[in-house]
């Protein structure tokens, strides 16, 4: 009976408490880098100082070589052997000029500049233009009014310019050209007919007086 009343206190008893570990907090999320939206302004302002502050030089090559070289229309020197660079500030853009003095050519502009598209090996390489002859021919004697004059480049095909006697014709140059040329006039006024040749510079003003030969 003692033994039954023991066991039966003992079955009585509250069980211990168990122990529960406490719930672990949720890991922080890791911080994002912040951006540093600066940075590409600073680089920005670096490269404009610098553009402020530099300048450029560059190496000419003009075709012919006869030119006056201008910047921003100012004449700056002749090329030549001895002056074939030309320097510029990097700030702003700049107009650079080949100008030729004899007027064979037409004038050849180049734009430069940190807004524009730099030369490939800072060279500044140019065929200028030439300009046309201007051909005025009369006659000795007088042609009369129908006279046809024909003036033509022998050594291109074609079958030349009509011109009219005391008028300006242009001779054209092209760019496989070389600054002067020979040239073909052939007159015929019905009565005489006459043909020679006549050596004539790019850019040229020049009278030529033809003597017409009485055909046979």
């Known amino acids: 009976m003692r033994a039954a009343a023991t066991l039966a206190q003992e079955s009585a008893r509250p069980a211990p408490p168990v122990a529960v570990a406490p719930p672990r907090p949720a890991p922080e999320p890791a911080a994002r880098p912040t951006p ?5 302004k600073r680089h920005l302002a670096a490269a404009r100082t610098i553009a402020r502050e530099a300048s450029r030089t560059f190496t000419l090559g003009p075709t012919p070589q006869n030119v006056d070289v201008y910047l921003d229309g100012q004449k700056q020197f002749a090329y030549d052997t001895d002056h074939k660079t030309l320097t510029v500030s990097w700030n702003e853009d700049h107009v650079v000029e080949f100008r030729s003095p004899a007027g064979c050519c037409f004038v050849e502009k180049i734009d430069v500049g940190p807004d524009r598209p730099l030369p ?6 140019r065929r200028l233009k030439w300009r046309p ?10 042609a009369a009014r129908g006279a046809r004059i024909m003036v033509r480049d022998p050594h291109r095909g074609g ?28 007159i015929d006024s ?3 007919f006459t043909s020679e040749r006549l050596t004539v510079r790019a850019g040229q003003h020049v009278s030529h007086v033809v003597k017409l030969k009485a055909s046979n």
Do not use: M, N, Q, W
């Open 36 to 40: 540093h939206t600066d940075e590409p």
């Open 133 to 142: 002859a201007a051909l005025r021919i009369t006659t000795e004697p007088e």
């Open 190 to 192: 019905g009565d005489a």
């Open 159 to 186: 079958a030349g310019t009509l011109a009219r006697a005391g008028e300006e014709v242009d001779v054209p140059f092209f760019a496989e050209d070389e600054g002067s040329k020979e040239i073909e006039i052939a």
């Open 120 to 125: 490939p090996d800072a060279i500044i390489a």
